[in-house]
């Protein structure tokens, strides 16, 4: 089953292409990059365009953060919680890595 605005796309794309609006593109006649997975291409590029990382990157930041934060903190009680902070941290980050 076509997409019900099938035809008003394909007018569009008809007249973009009479009026030369695909003429000159940058990397026009060069091949296409190769795609290892071409099923989730456009959810993978999407995701990298948004910065979107896998969870044990994200993950590795947020306990850089809470690092120099615990550096930077002299105060026993906010220390006290940054390091239970991370060792929560540590532990999500150790599973990730063991989930791969």
Do not use: W, Y
Not at 41 to 57: E, S
Not at 71 to 78: G, I, K, L, Y
Not at 83 to 90: A, F, K, P, R, V
């Amino acid at each position: 089953m076509d997409h019900p605005l099938i035809d008003l796309i394909n007018a569009r794309i008809a007249k973009a292409e009479a009026e030369g609006a695909f003429e000159n593109l940058p990397g026009a006649g060069k091949p296409l990059p190769d795609c290892d997975d071409p099923e989730n291409a456009v959810l993978n590029r999407i995701l990298k365009d948004n910065g979107a990382v896998p969870q044990a990157v994200a993950l590795s930041r947020q306990l850089s953060a809470l690092r120099e934060e615990l550096r930077e903190t002299s105060d026993r009680d906010a220390r006290r919680r940054l390091i239970q902070d991370m060792s929560l941290l540590e532990a999500r980050l150790e599973i990730e890595r063991k989930s791969r």
